[in-house]
């Protein structure tokens, strides 16, 4: 038995998608992962670039882990769009620029060690390129993203021919983190 099967994890989501992948990075007891979902988000609908996502997951780990008072482990998880070039994108994006975007998911973790400190950590899951069609679909003609780049509740999946669904992007994600956590 590892040493974090013993935690209560806090989840701050309701997606069943990322719960999932939650409970196969953490494949504790049922009753070991706790969702908080009685929030509202702070990020847009479709995060746009690696700050928006990145504060979407630490909200949504930041009311888990506060809001479960038995939890060691707090998580949130943020999917978020950007050009695939840009490494700190500002949300700028020029008219009918449809091309290279990726999907990138945040990880938030708080962890609470035996002084009841949190530690956080910040974790990127790999990309997925995002079809050009479907950036035509969420753009308006300012080269604003004003809705989610897929209707699917599991793009990845489609992409990918079901060789890699959502939950596999995240749950590797968190499995590289829990494997190398001490």
Known sequence: MSYWEDWVISLGTGSPLKRAATKLAFPQDEEKIEI???????????????????????FRAEQAITKCENAKIGIGIEN??????????QNNYKPNDFESWIDVAC?????KNDNNETN????????????????KSCMNDNG???????????????????????????????IKWRDSYQ
């Open 36 to 58: 908080i979902s009685d929030f509202q988000s702070v990020v847009s609908e479709q995060p746009v670039g690696k700050i928006e996502t990145e504060k979407g997951a630490c």
């Open 80 to 89: 978020g769009i950007w050009k695939k070039e840009d490494d700190e994108p």
């Open 107 to 111: 990880i938030v973790i708080f962890v």
């Open 120 to 135: 956080k950590y910040i974790l990127w899951s790999d990309s997925i390129d995002i079809p050009s069609g479907n950036m």
């Open 144 to 174: 604003e993203v004003i809705d989610n780049w897929s209707d699917l509740k599991d793009p990845h999946s489609d992409l990918t021919n079901g060789l890699k669904p959502r939950r596999k992007f995240l749950s590797e994600t968190m």
